[in-house]
């Protein structure tokens, strides 16, 4: 039986150094009189949104990104948040604009997801995103799917032609990752929670992604020998553990790579939110 032991694919390394990247980019855009500027809402205590929210003010910060962030009690009305978006838009100091999700229930998350600006929108979670994203000509990428994108392409790992299984289909990270994937050429297939014989379908992909929200779900009997594994879980185990959805000790035994929780996704996400908002920036000048 071969062992592997898996490679780290190492989000917390890749996303320095693209931080580094930003902040010469941001040098030169305040030597022109333009300081990129980022927008965040937050309503409500959702604590993975709280681990984000602190995580991102800390890179802005590293990279002189402006931040400013919003948050609103759990309480606040649709109407209340439609104007503050309103405004957002209209303000163009602002370059991006981000609303955390999940919003209570009183709000309507795609009213809300439409009321911004697409060409602020540093989520890239309007439907004028989606759609180009769909059609191969993206605009704003979601920043999960465009992380682990990036992360693949420094550790040089080949997609034409690869079967990527996909497990979860959110708006956030599997619809648009599928989309990024088929644009990279890869054979993809999106499984879900009407998916039969899960573990027979991922033990075929060269490449899993999983972003299901259940801690430690995958271990060796639903992955390839050699395959390359992407967790993009973050959730805690009965002892208070953060854990992603892969068993990661028992996989890294059959993986050839893998991202660890936390030290993967995670902070890719944040260095590609860093990433836009300067896109965007530059973008108002040219
Ligand atoms: N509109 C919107 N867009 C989002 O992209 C979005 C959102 N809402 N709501 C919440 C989720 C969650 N999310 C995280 C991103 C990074 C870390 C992160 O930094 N993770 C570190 C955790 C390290 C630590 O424990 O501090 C890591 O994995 O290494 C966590 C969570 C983005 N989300």
């Known amino acids: 039986m071969a062992i592997f032991l898996a490679i780290k694919l190492d989000g917390k390394k890749l996303s320095q150094k693209i931080a580094g990247q930003l902040q010469q980019r941001v040098t030169k855009l305040k030597a022109r009189g333009v300081s990129p500027k980022l927008a965040v809402i937050l309503i409500g205590d959702d604590p993975a949104s709280q ?7 800390r890179m802005a910060k590293k990279i002189g990104i402006e931040t400013s962030d919003l948050r609103l009690p759990v309480a606040t009305s649709e109407e209340k948040l439609l104007q503050i978006i309103a405004e957002l838009n209209n303000d163009v100091t602002v370059h991006g604009i981000l609303v955390q999700l999940p919003l209570p229930p009183q709000i309507n998350e795609e009213t809300i997801i439409q009321a911004i600006d697409p060409l602020k929108d540093v989520d890239g979670f309007h439907p004028f995103n989606m759609g180009k994203l769909f059609m191969g000509a993206p605009y704003a990428i979601p920043c999960t799917p465009n992380g682990i994108m990036q992360l693949l392409a420094e550790y040089r790992i080949p997609l034409a032609g690869k079967k990527v299984v996909i497990v979860g289909r959110s708006n956030i990270v599997g619809r648009p990752l599928a989309a990024l994937m088929i644009n990279h050429n890869a054979t993809v297939t999106v499984a879900h929670s009407y998916t039969k014989n899960l573990f027979e379908l991922t033990r075929r992909a060269d490449i899993l ?3 299901v929200g259940k801690a ?39 993986a050839s790579y893998l991202t660890p929780v936390p030290g993967g996704v995670g902070p890719m996400t944040i260095a590609m939110l860093m990433k836009q908002t ?4 530059e973008r108002s000048v040219k």
């Not at 959730?235 to 959805?245: M, Q």
């Not at 300067?278 to 920036?281: C, H, K, L, R």
């Open 51 to 57: 681990i984000y929210v602190r995580n991102k003010r």
């Open 209 to 211: 992604v999983a972003a």
């Open 216 to 254: 430690e779900l995958f271990s060796q009997t639903a992955i390839k020998s050699g395959a390359v594994v992407i967790d993009v879980g973050i959730n805690r185990n009965a002892a208070g553990k953060l854990v992603g959805d892969i068993d990661q000790i028992k996989v890294a035994d059959i």
């Open 278 to 281: 300067v896109d965007f920036a």
